[in-house]
Nanobody, 123 residues
Framework: HVQLVESGGGSVDAGGSLRLSCAASGYSSIVNCMGWYRQGIGEEREGVAA????????YYTDSVKGRFTISLDNAKNTLYLQMNNLRAEDTAMYYC?????????????????WGQGTQVTVS
C-alpha cells in the first residue's frame, strides 16, 4: 500500500510561483507513474502533469506547458511540481497520485493511490 502526502500549497499573486511536494511511503518502488491532478470547485479532476518512473518521461496538460515542471527524487521518495507564472485559473485543490500500471497519464482512473490534496489559490 502506498501513502501519499502533499504539501506546499498556499495563496499567491498571479505571476508568482509555488512548489508542491508529495512524500511517498509504503511500496512506492512498485509504481510506474506518479502524477499531479487538480480539481477546482464544480469542475472535474484534471491531469496536470505526470512522470514515468522507468525513464523519467513526462506528460503535461497543454495549459501548463512551459510554466510547470514535474520531477521525482527517488532518493527521497518525493514528487515535486514547480509552478511558475501562476494564473487565476490555476486555482484548485492539487492531488498527488501514483499508479501501478498507468498507460495514459491523463486518465485519473488509471491511478491506484491518491493523496488528500493541497489547496492552491492564485489571485
Amino acid at each position: 500500500h502506498v501513502q501519499l502526502v502533499e504539501s506546499g500549497g498556499g495563496s499567491v499573486d498571479a505571476g508568482g510561483s509555488l512548489r508542491l511536494s508529495c512524500a511517498a511511503s509504503g511500496y512506492s518502488s512498485i509504481v510506474n507513474c506518479m502524477g499531479w491532478y487538480r480539481q477546482g470547485i464544480g469542475e472535474e479532476r484534471e491531469g496536470v502533469a505526470a512522470i514515468f518512473t522507468s525513464d523519467d518521461s513526462t506528460y503535461y496538460t497543454d495549459s501548463v506547458k512551459g510554466r510547470f515542471t514535474i520531477s521525482l527524487d527517488n532518493a527521497k521518495n518525493t514528487l515535486y511540481l514547480q509552478m511558475n507564472n501562476l494564473r487565476a485559473e490555476d486555482t484548485a485543490m492539487y492531488y498527488c497520485a501514483a499508479g501501478l500500471w498507468v498507460g495514459y497519464p491523463s486518465r485519473p482512473y488509471e491511478y491506484n493511490y491518491w493523496g488528500q490534496g493541497t489547496q492552491v489559490t492564485v489571485s
